[in-house]
């Protein structure tokens, strides 16, 4: 795994978990999906249902539909950066004084890629999740956004943008975790890869984890 281009600082004795919680669905390795299955797996709800108390950061998962097939919005760190420089990211940054998560989500966006708050609809607080190295509560908002859309790297912040079919990561192969054992703890870090779509660029850490949690949320409405 030392093709791609994140440096993914592994410990000796990880281990390798292949199976996820989609494998042992019939439809597992389905060639398509629709950007209206991902809606109804999302639907009722509000956006700022999830207590975001003590969140400093927030990201965007944002959905592009493409001619009905729902794509993931993904960018590359500018490689410049003295923080996580070329690490695959959803669109997100730190809380400021004053403003409320969500709206820092739409910010940050508009900033990184040119996103309008306008051309985005919010249909859900995903979670508040936890960055186990440093302990960054960061809340996580699914997204929908118009394919109309114009987007554009910011050269200060993202290398590039990428649009990644979200039927791709269900793909047998393209997504695993790794148990992690530091100072006698474990923990599980998710990953995912496609030569195809991704080539060289590997998804790992929070921003696989938040992509996880969606995946498991459109393979329980499936499956009922």
């Given at each position: 795994?030392?093709?791609?281009?994140?440096?993914?600082p592994?410990?000796?004795?990880?281990?390798?978990?292949?199976m996820?919680?989609?494998s042992r669905?019939q439809?597992?390795?389905?060639?398509?999906?629709t950007?209206r299955?991902?809606m109804?797996a999302?639907?009722?709800?509000?956006p700022?249902c999830v207590?975001t108390?003590?969140?400093?950061?927030?990201v965007?998962?944002?959905i592009v539909?493409?001619?009905g097939?729902?794509h993931l919005?993904l960018?590359?760190?500018?490689?410049h950066?003295?923080?996580?420089?070329?690490l695959?990211?959803?669109?997100?940054g730190?809380v400021?004084r004053g403003?409320?998560p969500?709206?820092?989500?739409?910010r940050e966006?508009?900033?990184e890629v040119?996103?309008?708050?306008?051309?985005?609809?919010?249909?859900?607080?995903?979670?508040?999740?936890?960055r186990?190295r440093?302990?960054?509560?960061?809340a996580?908002y699914?997204g929908?956004v118009?394919s109309?859309?114009?987007?554009t790297?910011?050269a200060?912040?993202?290398?590039?943008?990428f649009?990644?079919?979200?039927?791709t990561?269900f793909q047998?192969g393209?997504a695993w975790?790794?148990e992690w054992r530091t100072?006698?703890?474990?923990r599980v870090?998710h990953?995912f890869?496609d030569?195809?779509?991704?080539?060289?660029?590997?998804?790992?850490g929070?921003?696989?984890?938040?992509?996880?949690?969606?995946?498991?949320?459109?393979a329980?409405?499936?499956?009922v």
């Amino acid at each position: 795994m030392d093709h791609f281009h994140q440096h993914i600082p592994r410990p000796a004795d990880a281990v390798r978990l292949d199976m996820t919680s989609w494998s042992r669905l019939q439809w597992a390795g389905l060639a398509s999906l629709t950007t209206r299955q991902v809606m109804s797996a999302f639907s009722g709800g509000e956006p700022e249902c999830v207590d975001t108390t003590g969140v400093e950061a927030s990201v965007l998962v944002g959905i592009v539909d493409r001619a009905g097939e729902p794509h993931l919005l993904l960018t590359r760190r500018a490689l410049h950066l003295d923080r996580d420089p070329g690490l695959i990211a959803l669109p997100g940054g730190y809380v400021e004084r004053g403003e409320e998560p969500l709206a820092t989500a739409l910010r940050e966006a508009h900033e990184e890629v040119g996103l309008q708050p306008s051309e985005v609809t919010v249909t859900r607080c995903l979670g508040v999740f936890t960055r186990s190295r440093t302990g960054l509560k960061i809340a996580a908002y699914l997204g929908f956004v118009d394919s109309s859309a114009q987007l554009t790297a910011s050269a200060g912040e993202v290398h590039e943008i990428f649009e990644v079919p979200l039927a791709t990561l269900f793909q047998e192969g393209s997504a695993w975790q790794e148990e992690w054992r530091t100072a006698g703890e474990a923990r599980v870090v998710h990953f995912f890869a496609d030569a195809g779509v991704l080539g060289e660029n590997l998804v790992w850490g929070l921003t696989a984890a938040i992509i996880w949690n969606v995946l498991d949320a459109v393979a329980r409405s499936l499956a009922v």
